[in-house]
């Protein structure tokens, strides 16, 4: 039902229905000719069926907030009347209350929410859901119950060009909403009062951001100094109208317009030495932390921090050109840190994404310049959902969840994926995915053990190792530890 003259034909033989007086002919829809016709009221049309608004999806919905008009029930009681905003969409095909999301459209009508018919709208008012009170206990969508506890059902009327059209009034209750498709496979408040903090919030740090708010999380903090660029956008889920914002409140409006009650607190600064004061408390209101960041010195920061406030943290990282990527879970002083990673496996830790002009240059020691090649979407999010779900873990964590099951699959501290054989690295010679079943493949994940080092100077017993090795008295080094660290 696309053709708009078409759409308008039977718009007005919809108001002719509503209207008709007794005497003049009916419009009803023929089945059979897939068209409408008029027959005299009384007649017999065995083939002919009355159209409802779900026989031809060609009204315009409205939808309304119960939240808000709940709110609003004792000045709505008072006044007769409450005004609000309503998002215009496509041409008028529907209309959604602005206070509903955070997206606006970009063309936004006046409406108005009245109890009865006969209430005169306030001036400029384009929109109109008319509440009539109903004894019918069928709750349909278009039904209000009221504080109250009244049922009202709710007809939606357009005036545009100087004629009133019939519009589809949807309500809608947000949180019960979102809560419900969650509640099966975790407690609805479950997670409402987890706090995870991301750095870095670029592809990557805002996929993981966004889907644990998706799954109920109720506190994110987001650290990333970044503001978005034309360039981040074929990978970011920003888009393009959100550019040259900061990342961090891009990411925050993606949160909100999913989960309207995620508390999220936003904060452009750089991960550096000169931002550790910053930083440290930050990490300390954390259940867990995820570093989405692309370099090593940021990583080696929160690894260091995270440690010394013994919280869990989360690496995840995408290797050049993203072939492939790893994730890192580091539950301080019980598995390999950061540094010890980099100790255990210095190749792989040094494999990494070249997605902007300060990573380039990050990486470019030599004068040999390095070109900016960051990878697909698509090959990021792998690695971006698994960094998700080993959160996810550690936030349910002595939680009864049917994803406890899990903890036996990601026991393992580091996790390789692979998303091609990328010629020039040690996984060049891997066989196919369609052949192999017993060797090592693209497109799987794979849960890798190592030790942690015992002297490793972020969670290691470092004094003692460094004592051992030069076989003098622990003692006599303790003053060194105490030192202030330098990059
Ligand atoms: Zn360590």
Known sequence: ????????MIREAMKAIAERKPGRSKLVYDKTKRTIVAVVEGAQTPRALNITADDADMFAVVTVSSRW???????????????????????GDAFTQCNLGIHPAPSIIQGAVLFGDGIEPPDGTQLRVILTPTQNSNLDPSTFVAPDGSTHCAEGRRTSNNSDEAVTAVFVDVQPALATRRAGILETSIL????????GVGTGGAHAAIELAKCGVGRLILVDPDRLSVGNVVRHPGGLSQVGRLKVKVVCDLIR???????????????????????????????????????RPSKLLVNKLCIEANVIAVYGGAFRRAYGGQVLRVRPRQSPCHECFVAAMPEESTDIEVSSVADAEEIAYSDRPVAIEPGLSLDVLPIANMVTKL???????GKPSSLSILKRDFDAPWYLWLNRPEPGTQYASWPPLSESSDEMTINRWYGIYFERDLACSACGD?????????????ASLETLSSL????
């Open 192 to 199: 409402s009062d987890k706090s995870v903090l991301v750095f």
């Open 462 to 474: 470092f004094t003692s190792a460094l004592a051992a090795s030069y076989g003098i008295d622990a």
């Open 257 to 295: 317009d999913k989960n309207p009650d995620a508390q999220i607190l936003t904060h452009p600064v750089a991960l550096t030495y000169a931002n550790v004061e910053t930083m440290k408390p930050l990490i300390a209101q954390a259940d867990v932390v995820i570093c989405a960041t692309d370099n």
């Open 1 to 8: 039902m696309g053709d708009p003259q078409q759409q308008q």
């Open 391 to 397: 959160a996810l873990m550690e936030l349910l964590a």
């Open 484 to 487: 202030p660290s330098k990059e």
């Open 69 to 91: 008009l709940r709110e609003q029930w004792p000045q709505i009681m008072r006044d007769r009347v409450t005004s609000t905003l309503f998002s215009s969409w496509d041409d």
